[in-house]
C-alpha cells in the first residue's frame, strides 16, 4: 500500500488518511486529514461551512461577519455551562455555534456552546434553558446576559441595563408559552 509524508507533521500516513486532490498525480494532497481538520478549524474556513450550509437548510439570509465567527473559534468555554470545549468530532465537549433565538441569523445572535448544550437547548428559549438545566448556573446566567446586552447596545452595559434585559428574557419566555398554550386549544 502506498504512503505519503504529510507536509504538516511530517507523519508518513497511508493514503487513507490523506485528503484527496483530484488536480495531483496521484490523486492525494500531501495533508493529512487530522492536519487539515486542525488548519480548518484553527482559520475558521470549518465554522463558515457549517454557517453556510445552515443558511442553505433554513433558506433564510445569514448576516454573520468574519471577526465575529474569530472570536468564536477562539472561545475556549461553553457560554451555557462553562465546560472547556475541544475540537474533536461527536464529543460532548466539541465547540459549536448556537442562536440564541432560533431563526435570526445576525452576529449578535450567535454564542459559542458545546455539541451537548446545543442538543439539549435546541429550538428552547434561551431562558427556559437557563431555568431546566443544571449546569447553566446563575454566574453563567448573568455573564450570558451581560455579554449579550453589550453586543445589542454596542457598549458596556450598565447593572440596570443587564437587570432589564435579564428580566426581558423572563418575560418573553412567558408570553411564548401562553401563545403556544392558545395555540394548541
Not at 500500500?1 to 500531501?30: D, F, P, R, V, W
Not at 487530522?34 to 445569514?62: D, F, M, V
Not at 458545546?114 to 434561551?126: I, T
Request: with cysteine; charged share 35%; proline share 1%.
Amino acid at each position: 500500500m502506498e504512503k505519503l509524508i504529510c507536509l504538516q507533521c511530517n507523519e508518513e500516513k497511508s493514503l487513507k488518511e490523506m485528503c484527496k486532490h483530484a488536480g495531483t498525480k496521484l490523486g492525494y494532497e500531501k495533508l493529512c486529514k487530522q492536519c487539515r481538520s486542525k488548519r480548518r478549524y484553527a482559520n475558521g474556513s470549518y465554522q463558515r461551512e457549517r454557517l453556510r450550509k445552515h443558511k442553505i437548510r433554513s433558506g433564510k439570509p445569514t448576516y454573520y461577519t468574519d471577526l465575529r465567527i474569530i472570536e468564536l473559534i477562539n472561545t475556549t468555554n461553553c457560554t451555557y455551562c462553562g465546560v472547556e470545549m475541544n475540537h474533536r468530532r461527536e464529543d460532548k465537549h466539541q465547540a459549536t455555534i448556537d442562536h440564541v433565538f432560533v431563526g435570526l441569523n445576525i452576529d449578535d445572535n450567535i454564542v459559542a456552546c458545546c455539541r451537548g448544550c446545543n442538543s439539549s437547548k435546541g429550538k428552547k428559549h434561551v431562558y427556559d434553558f437557563y431555568i431546566a438545566s443544571d449546569k447553566f448556573t446563575d454566574e453563567l446566567w448573568m455573564a450570558f446576559v451581560t455579554d449579550f446586552t453589550g453586543r445589542m447596545l454596542r457598549k458596556k452595559p450598565s447593572t440596570d441595563e443587564i437587570s432589564a434585559f435579564a428580566q426581558g428574557f423572563k418575560l418573553e419566555a412567558e408570553e411564548i408559552k401562553k401563545w403556544e398554550e392558545k395555540q394548541i386549544v
